[in-house]
């Protein structure tokens, strides 16, 4: 197929491309790399055996938009595009609502206006909530605590409505836990715009010798070591899940699917802490903190949907996890190259 990949220079981005291309599909990347860097192209290209078409836009713009899917002809769109910086997100609620609403509802008029019916959404576990049980299942309610997640929930929900509307779309909703890891050449992987928010870089920053130590946010936990558990998932298994959920919509019957992509494990912060110790050979100074708010005790996937249909199953392992970012994160100190 021939496939748009909205924030294909991204993270989980340009994972999935590689994992597209190697598939067999024909790839183009929108990007306006206001997160990301070009350097990107040039490892995709590597990795690919061929450069990855690109083009340079601003998808909250309708009729620059518009204009892409009209020049191009695409058989489904995988929306990475948004900004997801959860704290950011309470200090900027107008900007989120913005440009996260505002490029999915420019990414489907396009795809209205050009007969484009296959969509594969970057949704999250945060839309399962402050209060869900675990392990989390796609029929539990949704709900959010902070502007970025209430932008997840919103973008599902206008999902549905659309689909409703117009039952020949096939829309996968994918709900990602706590995506991490590299590809296994170091050649591309996670290069956080400014300080990191999440735990995986933080670690990575910290054995590069980047910074000092990680504040463990919150000892006293109702879980069996007392820091908050999540469901880490290796970047390279989310982005297979994403190749299958395509493959899988043409032959669906509902028009909107919803996959948790997720292990079903869960690891706590000091887990994560010693293995990224162990796979890297640094140490890794911590110093306990107070919760940080908005965290939740514990996060986990019930994957067994995404097993059933897709025939998807995480592999890699929290070793795999850390070893392949210390690789990344060795070999590329401070990110990708400005170019
Ligand atoms: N943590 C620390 N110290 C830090 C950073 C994080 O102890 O400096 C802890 C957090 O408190 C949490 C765990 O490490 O217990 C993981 O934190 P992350 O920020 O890496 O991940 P979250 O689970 O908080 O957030 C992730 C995504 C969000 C998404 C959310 C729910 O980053 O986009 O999962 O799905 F909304």
Known sequence: MRILVTGGSGYIGSHTTVQLV????????????????????????????????????DLTDREATRELFEQESFE??????????????????????????????????????????????????TVYGEHASVPMREDMPTSATNPYGWTKVMQEQMLRDLATAAPDMRVALLRYFNPVGAHPSGLIGEDP?????????????????????????????????????????????????????????????????????????????????????????????????ARRAGDIAESYADPTKAQTELGWKATRTIQDMCADTWRWQSSNPTGYPDA
């Open 193 to 289: 715009h400014g300080v990191p928010n999440n735990l995986m870089p933080l670690l990575a920053q910290i054995a590069v010798g980047q910074r000092n130590r990680l504040n463990l946010f919150g000892r006293d936990y109702p879980t069996p070591d007392g820091t908050a558990r999540r469901d880490y998932l290796h970047v390279e298994d989310l982005a297979a899940g994403h190749v299958a959920a395509l493959d899988a919509l043409s032959s669906r019957e509902e028009a909107v699917s919803t996959w948790n992509l997720g292990t079903g494990t869960p690891t706590s912060v000091l887990e994560l802490v010693a293995a990224f110790a162990e796979a890297s050979g640094r140490v890794i100074p911590t110093v306990d903190s």
């Open 22 to 57: 190697a598939a067999g599909h024909e790839v183009v990347i929108a990007d306006d790399f206001s997160r990301s860097k070009r350097a990107v192209l040039g490892r995709l290209e590597e990795l690919c055996g061929a450069p990855v078409a690109c083009r340079v836009v």
């Open 76 to 125: 489904a769109v995988m929306h990475f595009a948004g900004l997801k910086a959860v704290g950011e997100s309470v200090a900027l609620p107008l900007e989120y609502y913005t440009n996260n609403l505002g490029l999915t509802l420019s990414v489907l008029d396009a795809m209205r206006a050009t007969g484009v019916k296959k969509f594969v959404f970057s949704s999250s576990a």
